[in-house]
């Protein structure tokens, strides 16, 4: 196997870059939540908008520059691509919350978990971000398919995780007995109303089941295009599947249980853990078909 070593044409340089420019949008709408400057909010939805054009560039550097050495499949199937991949589908469904909805609030959330995947991608020893041919299996279209429909569906998670906290903390508001009717100050009166966090977390989580889904199909298919099974109960697998079961049960008690809307918050915050576990964690700790995902393992 021929190892490439990292260069500032890979892409690499940007988005490491991204990872300080990340902080510094943290940094922006952690002010804002302990202040409530709302020119701090918009000045940290500014920089994120620039990262994610900047990394718009730099996967396209990456993926050509992969092109020029050879190696002919999306740079998107090691810890390094996964990591920068998941933090740009983060970056970006947060965009498109902000857009829509009066979330800033969640801003210091959604920069935290995006800028904990860049600085794990850029500074950790296991996620070198060198490129490298992939081993046979991994060489189809079929990957690439697979890996972005869960990468969006795990982009959709993280949104309602930081939903669900915000709504959490609303709704103990709210519903806390209080001898005074004065007016929210502080964060808690930056926090739309429960009522609207709790429909847009059935939202996003509806949008990324239907993502989680997809992926876990076509990823059974290309499994049995490569190794000749649809299904081996790989550690992977078995946690894909576990995952998908956690937020079929929010869907499934929403509609027909009539959970609170407080339970199925914490539904939304607990089937993020699992995201993250079934992302990184058995790659990590248990060894399987998919510990590709970990060169240095």
């Known amino acids: 196997m021929i190892y490439m070593n990292a260069s500032p044409l890979d892409g690499s340089l940007i988005f490491t870059i991204s990872f300080f420019m990340t902080a510094a949008s943290f940094i922006g709408y952690l002010i804002y939540a ?12 500014s920089i994120l908008t620039g990262i994610f054009i ?10 050509r520059y992969t092109y020029s050495i050879g ?21 970006f469904g947060f965009i498109l919350l902000r857009v ?7 801003g210091f959330i959604i920069t935290a978990i995006a800028g904990a995947a860049l600085a794990f991608a850029s500074f950790s020893p296991i996620a070198p971000s ?21 990468f969006i569906a795990y982009g959709a998670f993280a949104a309602s ?33 429960s009522s609207i966090i709790d429909e847009v977390i059935y939202k996003v989580i509806v949008f990324g089941f239907l993502f989680l889904t997809a992926g876990v199909i076509i990823g059974a298919a290309w499994a049995n295009n490569a190794w000749g099974g649809y299904w081996s109960w790989d550690p992977k697998e078995t946690f894909s599947l576990i995952t998908w079961l956690t937020y079929a049960l929010f869907i499934h008690a929403r509609i027909t249980k009539g959970w609170s809307a407080k339970r199925m ?4 915050v607990a089937g993020f853990i699992v995201v993250i576990f079934c992302y990184l964690g058995v790659d990590l700790v248990i060894p399987g078909l998919h510990s590709y995902a970990t060169p240095a393992l």
């Not at 302990?34 to 701090?40: L, M, V, Y």
């Not at 829509?100 to 969640?106: I, K």
């Open 130 to 150: 060198l490129v490298e041919p992939t081993i046979p299996a991994l060489r189809s279209y079929w990957l690439l398919y697979h890996i972005v429909t869960l």
């Open 34 to 45: 302990f202040s409530g400057n709302k020119w701090a909010a918009r000045t940290s939805f």
């Open 161 to 193: 995780f930081g939903l669900g906290i915000l709504f959490l903390l609303k709704f103990r508001k709210e519903n806390k007995p209080s001898k005074n009717s004065k007016k929210e100050t502080g964060f808690l009166s930056l926090i739309p109303h």
């Open 265 to 268: 918050a914490w539904i939304a």
């Open 71 to 91: 190696i002919h499949t999306p740079p998107l199937t090691d810890l390094y691509d996964s990591l920068v991949f998941f933090a740009y589908i983060i970056i």
């Open 100 to 106: 829509f909805y009066n979330f800033d609030a969640m």
């Open 54 to 63: 900047l990394q718009t560039v730099a996967f396209i550097i990456r993926w």
